[in-house]
């Protein structure tokens, strides 16, 4: 388990460095970790996706 | 004479004579609202099939390992949690299976929003679901107190005012672990967990809501789909 850790640690520690003040973005009055803003990203992606791609129905055809 | 007791006890039911029970009388409400076919359907209007509902199964599906998380750390306790491998496996688990049940649940919701979900008499679904988010909102906000770290101070001590400003922080106090703690782990769970059950029962009573008609067209009946129009007729898949 600990070795599993060291290895994720390494690999995610070096895409995201936490290690320090936190990065944010300013609108105005709005203020937003970076991190949520990319969450945010996700989720409006997903939900394009979601409505965009076709379900595949059981079977396969349309009724 | 002998007994035999692995013989599944008689009972009677549904004699004039007992109608007037209590018992008897929320068997017949209940079996009238959900009955057996329409609370386990084998079918579902074609409209069902859509990523939107994915999502909403996702939802559920996250929030049960949240709670399985959540037993597991409540057994062990934060001693376990803090300084053991696995207790920080289990709490990391907890932790990102919240962080999927809001991604999924905001997708769901937002998929909803736009489909006008609450059209046909399903307004309770719609308010059930409004309700179970905002509810999910203060038990991660709790659950963030309970954390017993530096990021659970700061995050008290910045919220106290705001609660305070509100005057809930007369029987709500965010500095106060053990009050969170209970909270996050009896009050608000139950709470999510009644309210997203009877969001899923209303699913079922009222069905999914029917998509708009196309401009010119007369609009759809949007009323629950009948069980009958649910069943198959000859190979029409």
């Not at chain 2, 068997?27 to 359907?41: G, Q, S």
């Not at chain 2, 979900?117 to 309700?131: I, L, M, P, Y």
């Not at chain 2, 029962?201 to 789909?225: S, T």
């Amino acid at each position: 388990m600990q070795t599993v850790s060291a290895v994720m640690g390494v690999l995610f520690g070096s895409l995201v460095d936490l290690n320090g003040p936190g990065h944010y973005v300013h609108w105005g009055f709005i203020q937003m970790s970076v991190a949520n803003v990319v969450l945010i990203g996700l989720m409006v992606v997903t939900f394009v996706a979601a409505i965009l791609i076709p379900f595949r129905r059981h079977g396969g055809g349309s009724r | 004479m002998t007994i035999d007791t692995d013989a599944p006890t008689k009972v009677a039911a549904d004699l004039p004579q007992d109608a007037g029970q209590l018992s008897a009388k929320l068997r017949h409400a209940a079996v009238e609202a959900l009955p057996p076919e329409r609370l386990m359907p084998d079918r579902q209007p074609t409209y069902v099939a859509s990523w939107i509902y994915v999502f909403g199964v996702l939802t559920v599906s996250a929030l049960a390992v949240v709670i399985l998380t959540g037993v597991v750390l409540a057994i062990f306790g934060p001693a376990w949690w803090h300084v053991s491998p696995t207790g920080h496996f289990v709490n990391s688990l907890h932790l990102w299976s919240v962080e999927v049940f809001f991604f999924a649940m905001v997708i769901h919701l937002w998929g909803k929003f736009f489909m006008a979900a609450w059209r046909g008499r399903r307004r309770a679904t719609w308010v059930t679901g409004v309700v179970a988010f905002v509810v999910s909102v203060g038990t991660a906000f709790t659950g963030y107190l309970s954390q017993q770290n530096f990021d659970s101070q700061w995050i008290s001590t910045q919220a106290k005012d705001g609660i305070n400003s509100t005057g809930a922080g007369a029987i709500f106090n965010v500095t106060n672990f053990g009050q969170m703690l209970m909270w996050h782990i009896v009050l608000l769970p139950l709470a999510v967990g009644l309210i997203v059950g009877g969001h899923v029962l209303l699913v079922r009573r009222r069905g999914v809501v029917p998509p708009f008609a196309p401009p010119g067209d007369a609009p759809p009946d949007v009323k629950a789909v009948p069980v009958a129009d649910l069943t198959p007729k000859g190979d029409d898949r």
